[in-house]
């Protein structure tokens, strides 16, 4: 997978997984691919965010945000999952959380799936194939 | 034109003879020997009025290949002829500018020259030495040998001149009946004397190569599909091709295949042939009609019957699934452009001017067609169709192919519906289709 | 097939592959038809559609093929075909066949994919739809791992 690399700049910059108290971001990653989530927990690890848990579908995924909740700050939520979409397990999240921070991370792209989504509560969305770039700056983005 | 004076030729031979000192009665038969095929034949003397060499005759036209045309001897128009095409045996490729060997004949005072190889000499023999012929002695028709006689350790075989030069009027005076005469006498010589070279019926194993370099060259295959077809064109392909009949390559095979391809095929329709299409189509109140167009090029088809069917059942929804397994045909078949001149014909109601300037269909016609890449040999999902219009794809498919796909028509045609196929191919017996012809078009509809 | 379909299979297909493989060289084969029951080269992944259309789209790959990709993809060598390189090639399937939803989805043609299903094996067949050898387009793509051939085999809802 190509990943784009930062340029080191001169001057040495905090990474952006770093809270200003010095703990971790901590997220939570949704999907289904156990490439998938080792990609993204690769690109959130190299700067600095913490992967706190990692769940195979929706259904897996609202129960862990349930039980880790306040402990998440952001999720990554993939969309083609079996047992329970991520649209659904969107929802749900949203009803038992409405300050969650849910990014949506697919390789649909579709228009109204975007729309939904964010009516839903969604804060980003990004589609796959992951480009490391653009996937911190979403995060921060959502995050700040 | 050199000649040389038999009468001196004769002469010098019986001063020779006549220096030998054996005691030898004196011959009371000459000839003039000659070749034909590195074969020695002989003709009485008493016939050959000169010997010559010349070149260009006048061709005559529409006379019996042996017939090499006229010659001017000396102010004298004569008839020539070849001994070697007379008599059907190998002849090398004449050289127009080389002069040929002729012996000049003049029987009842007509006069005509004789092509043979190479001329020898004038040979005495005695009359009772010459033998009454056996066939395997000579390979030409035996009509013709008045004998065979031996001299100098070479045998000879005599011609009955009369016999061919009688022969040659009657076929002057009904060419064919007497060319056939010639021919059954020779072929029954053929069967006796296996050394002539055949000329058998070849046709039948033409047409079987034919049919197979269609195959291979533009993958036409011969089934009863368009055998009446094919057998038609073989006929006149021969006459305007004479001998030359096999097809060396693609133009060739193209030429052969020109006359089979239906009218308006890969070509917008005119007024006229749309108009006998509508003729054909039944009548049907359906709420949908379904036509599957396997075969459609580059659209031309689909896009004219989506016209016609418009036209004819305004009232119902029209769907057209036009297959073809040229991927750049069919694709581009999606956003054909209209000629203006085509536009403004009978298809104007069915066209709209884009913002070029360049005409296209209307939407509604259109979303009438489902253009797809897809083989008619694989299964396909096709509804029940009331209309089939495979113009001369049948054809192009292998023999199991065709069946299968004719089959595949008669599963998905409704009670009602027709199929319409290449104006040169028809429907095989077996499949028992019940068939309406209008002009030169057919429709065939299930029993 | 309806030709539309055709070149946001094709398009897709390359432009993914070629952007997983870190812009490696993708080449395409000539296209054919096929009807469905085709015999598996060792991997296939299996992404379903369903929708306004029905089928399934077939990554076929041998595994030397597949094994090579994963690796690429994953940015380190991976020694044999396991869990993750599975994973690896199910995503692979699923990020093609996903765009080409999106694409045809822009087209006005909506339809959903399922969640990938990864097939390893040495003389598999993988069988056609509901027992009707429904047409596959195949588009062959050569890379320099090997040759991974897409099959789409779809049929409109009647």
């Known amino acids: 997978m190509k990943t784009k690399q930062d340029f080191p700049s001169i001057n040495e910059r905090p990474p952006e997984g770093l809270k200003e108290d010095g703990t971790c971001f901590r997220v939570l990653v949704i999907d289904d691919s156990m490439f998938v989530a080792k990609q993204l927990g690769q690109i959130l690890t190299s700067e600095g965010y913490e992967v706190v848990a990692t769940a195979v579908d929706g259904k897996d995924g609202v129960e862990k945000y349930k039980e880790l909740c306040p402990n998440v700050d952001l999720v990554t939520m993939d969309i083609t999952m079996p047992k329970m979409d991520g649209i659904t397990a969107l929802e749900q999240i949203m009803a038992f959380d409405k300050n969650a921070k849910v990014v949506m991370v697919s390789a649909l792209g579709k228009e109204e799936l975007v729309k939904k989504s964010l009516m839903l509560g969604a804060k980003s969305y990004i589609v796959k194939p992951l480009d490391r770039k653009k996937v911190l700056e979403r995060i921060a983005k959502v995050l700040n | ?447 | 097939m309806n030709v539309v379909y055709i070149n946001p299979f094709v398009a897709t297909s390359i432009s993914i592959l070629q952007e997983v493989l870190g812009g490696a060289e993708v080449k395409r084969g000539d296209l054919g038809l096929k009807p469905t029951a085709v015999p598996i080269m060792g991997v296939a992944a299996l992404v379903g559609l369903a929708g306004d259309v029905e089928g399934r789209v077939l990554f076929d790959m041998t595994i030397d093929t597949a094994l090579k990709i994963a690796s690429v993809m994953n940015g380190e060598d991976l020694p044999e075909f396991d869990d993750l390189a599975k994973a690896t090639i199910s995503e692979l399937a699923n990020l093609i066949t996903a765009q080409v939803v999106t694409k045809l989805h822009e087209l006005g043609f909506h339809f959903d994919l399922t969640p990938p299903a990864l097939f390893v094996g040495q003389k598999m067949e993988v069988a056609a739809l509901d027992g009707e050898n429904v047409e596959a387009l195949i588009v062959p793509l050569l890379t320099e791992y090997g040759k991974v051939e897409i099959n789409f085999s779809i049929r409109e809802r009647v």
């Open chain 2, 1 to 447: 034109m050199e000649t040389r004076n038999i009468v001196q030729v004769a002469e010098d031979l019986l001063r020779e003879t006549e220096e030998k000192k054996e005691a030898i009665s004196a011959f009371d038969f000459k000839m003039v020997t000659f070749s034909l095929c590195d074969k020695d034949y002989a003709i009485d003397i008493m016939h050959i009025k000169e010997i010559a060499k010349a070149g260009k005759f006048t061709y005559v036209p529409n006379t019996l290949p042996f017939v090499l045309g006229v010659y001017n001897l000396r102010g004298e128009i004569i008839p020539i002829l070849d001994l070697r095409i007379f008599f059907n045996i190998d002849v090398p490729k004449r050289d127009e500018n080389k002069l040929e060997n002729l012996l000049i004949l003049n029987i009842d005072d007509q006069k005509f020259g004789l092509v043979v190889d190479k001329i020898d000499k004038v040979v005495g023999v005695h009359k009772n030495s010459i033998q009454p012929p056996h066939p395997l002695f000579a390979d030409i028709n035996i009509k013709y040998i008045s004998g065979i006689v031996e001299n100098n350790n070479r045998l000879y075989v005599l011609l009955d001149v009369i016999r061919i030069f009688a022969l040659r009027e009657d076929s002057e005076k009904s060419a064919s009946k007497g060319y056939v005469d010639n021919q059954t006498e020779i072929q029954k010589a053929e069967k006796i004397m296996p050394t002539l070279p055949k000329k058998p019926d070849t046709s039948d194993l033409d047409l079987k190569f034919i049919a197979e370099n269609l195959a291979e060259f533009k993958n036409f295959h011969a089934t009863d599909v368009n055998r009446t077809w094919l057998k038609q064109r073989y006929s006149e392909w021969k006459e305007e091709r004479g001998d030359d009949v096999q097809l060396k390559n693609s133009n060739d095979a193209d030429a052969f295949l020109k006359p089979f391809w239906s009218k308006h095929n890969e070509k917008w329709w005119s007024k006229e042939f749309a108009q006998t299409v509508t003729k054909l189509l039944p009548e049907n109140s359906a709420k949908q009609i379904v036509v599957w167009n396997p075969g459609c090029g580059q659209g031309f088809e689909a896009y004219s019957l989506a016209c016609v069917l418009k036209q004819k059942y305004p009232t119902a929804k029209v769907r057209i699934y036009a297959h073809d397994i040229d991927l750049l045909a069919v694709s581009n078949a999606t956003m054909i452009n209209v000629p203006k001149d085509i536009a403004s014909d009978w298809y104007a109601p069915f066209v709209t001017q884009k913002t070029n300037g360049e005409y296209t269909f209307k939407q509604d016609i259109k979303d009438c067609i489902m253009f797809e890449y897809h083989d008619c040999k694989n299964s396909n999902t096709l509804p029940m169709v009331d209309l089939v219009f495979a113009r001369d794809t049948l054809s192009f498919l292998d023999e199991a192919s065709q069946k299968n796909v004719i089959s595949d028509f008669i599963e998905k045609m409704k009670g009602n519906a027709i199929a319409i196929i290449g104006e040169n191919e028809a429907m095989p017996v077996s499949f028992n289709f019940r068939e309406q012809n209008y002009g030169t078009l057919y429709a065939y509809s299930k029993d």
